[in-house]
Structures are given as structure tokens and as C-alpha cells.
């Protein structure tokens, strides 16, 4: 590890360069992926307590009136306000037939969730980033450790092992640098992009099943003249 080390510390400083940018994006990477991490956990839970309270038959209205002044309303909740707050105004009103109210109430909930995939999908276009361009970051080290290597052999009375080894290091460390960089990011980014996925899904499948909801609750409730 000490020798590691002192090549990078008597590394180009270019090479220097690279590694110091690798470094940076690792440490980057990093976060993004704890407090993702943290964060996707954190909305699959509230999600999935949700459904549970809201399909074990409570009243919708009791429930709207609980959740709609909170402070912090989760995801899922917000698609819900959403959608039935619209149903109620319009259907008190009486301004348009039922099935408009329906629709309008589905789209306000489309809105919603739209507005919730933006949040879920923040900082994953700088993870993709950093996992497809870290590589040839590493690479451009590589290349330069390389040819300094090359430097050395050129203008050397005795070509030994010796004299390209130091730039020979360089260059695989900066490789080495880059695929560290990269693998963690392009692995957080996939699993990531695949729970966004599944918990969009639960929303679309949520807002279908609420609209079924609502649709008989409009049959069954008679409107204000």
C-alpha cells in the first residue's frame, strides 16, 4: 500500500490529475448512492403502509381529512390528496358529469405522480454519468502513464524494467481508479433505476385502482343540485 502511495505521489501531474478527478467522483458517486439508498427504502416503506391502511377499508373521506393538512404528506399520500381533492370539489359543485370528474380527478393524479418521478429519479443521471465516463477518465491516465513510460525507455542509455515500471504504475492505477469510480455507480444506477421502476408502477396501479374507487363512490353518492 506504501508503495502505491509513493507512485502516485511521483506520479505526472497529469496522471496526478486524473486520480485526483476519479477520487472526486468516487466520493460523489458515494453519497448519491447512501442517501438514495436511504431515501428509495424509505418511500417502499411508507408506500407499502399505505395500501395496507388504505385497502383494510377505511373511510376515504376520514382518511383524506387526516392526511390532507399534514406537514409532511409521503408520495403516496400526495397522489392520493390529489385525486380526491379534485373529485370532491367538482363533485360538490356539480359543474360537469361524473365521468368528467373521474377524469379529471385520474389526471390530477397523473400530475402527481409525474411530479414524484422527477423527485425519485434525482441524481441518477450523475451516477450514469460518472459510471459511463470514469473509465475513459482512467483511461486517459493510462495513456499518458504510458507514454511517459515510453519518455523514459527513449531517453535512457540502459533499457531496463526499471525505467518504464514507475510510469507502467502510474498508468494502472489510474485504470484501476476509473473502474472503482465506475463499477459501484453503473451497479447503484441499475438496481436504483429498477426500484424506481416497480415503485412507479405502484403508483400507476394505485391511481387505476382509486379512479375504480371513486367511480362508485360517484354512483353511489348523489350530487348537490
Known amino acids: 500500500m506504501g508503495n502505491v502511495f509513493q507512485l502516485i505521489i511521483e506520479a505526472s501531474f497529469l496522471v496526478q490529475l486524473v486520480m485526483l478527478v476519479l ?15 436511504k431515501f428509495l427504502k424509505k418511500v417502499i416503506s411508507e408506500t407499502q403502509r399505505f395500501e395496507e391502511r ?7 373521506a376520514e382518511h383524506y381529512d387526516k392526511i390532507k393538512n399534514k406537514r409532511s404528506i409521503v408520495a403516496i399520500e400526495g397522489i392520493f390528496v390529489s385525486g380526491f381533492r379534485e373529485y370532491v370539489k367538482l363533485h360538490e359543485f356539480d359543474i360537469i358529469n361524473s365521468d368528467s370528474i373521474l377524469q379529471t380527478s385520474f389526471k390530477s393524479m397523473k400530475i402527481r405522480i409525474s411530479r414524484e418521478t422527477e423527485n425519485l429519479e434525482s441524481f441518477l443521471t450523475i451516477l450514469a454519468t ?60 441499475n438496481k436504483f433505476t429498477n426500484d424506481i421502476d416497480k415503485i412507479i408502477l405502484k403508483y400507476d396501479n394505485f391511481a387505476e385502482e382509486f379512479t375504480v374507487l371513486l367511480q362508485k363512490r360517484a354512483l353511489s353518492e348523489p350530487r348537490k343540485k
Open 130 to 189: 460518472i459510471g459511463t465516463t470514469s473509465p475513459y477518465v482512467g483511461l486517459l491516465g493510462t495513456v499518458w502513464g504510458i507514454m511517459h513510460s515510453f519518455q523514459a525507455l527513449s531517453i535512457s542509455s540502459q533499457n531496463t524494467i526499471a525505467q518504464v515500471a514507475p510510469g507502467i504504475s502510474e498508468a494502472l492505477i489510474a485504470t484501476a481508479l476509473g473502474l472503482i469510480a465506475a463499477i459501484p455507480a453503473v451497479i447503484a444506477y
Open 23 to 37: 477520487l472526486l467522483f468516487s466520493i460523489y458517486s458515494w453519497s448519491i448512492i447512501v442517501s438514495k439508498h
Open 54 to 60: 388504505f385497502w383494510s377499508g377505511i373511510d376515504v
